[in-house]
């Protein structure tokens, strides 16, 4: 998939200390893909510290190249994830 980070997704990633190869990692081969409107959401799941985290990428689909709005991390994993890990 082509798509570009946007000012808001580094920030937020550099907060969060998620990295750009977690983020490919997780865009090139998700667990789950969720269709919201104009937004793919892709799920990929990573553990720190002997706690799993859900890691949620936000992507605009309509743009071209696709744009990743946002990305965050949630220990919420069954709030978000539809099915089971």
Known sequence: M???YSNHAIEQ???RN???ATVDAI???PLQIILEDDKK???GIIEEDNTKYLIRIFVNRLKQP???I???KTSKIDK???GKI
């Open 2 to 4: 082509n798509y570009v």
């Open 13 to 15: 990633m550099n907060a």
């Open 18 to 20: 998620i990295t750009q």
């Open 27 to 29: 865009i090139e081969n």
């Open 41 to 43: 959401i892709f799920h």
């Open 66 to 68: 696709n744009l990743i």
């Open 70 to 72: 946002t990305v965050y």
């Open 80 to 82: 978000y994830y539809e």
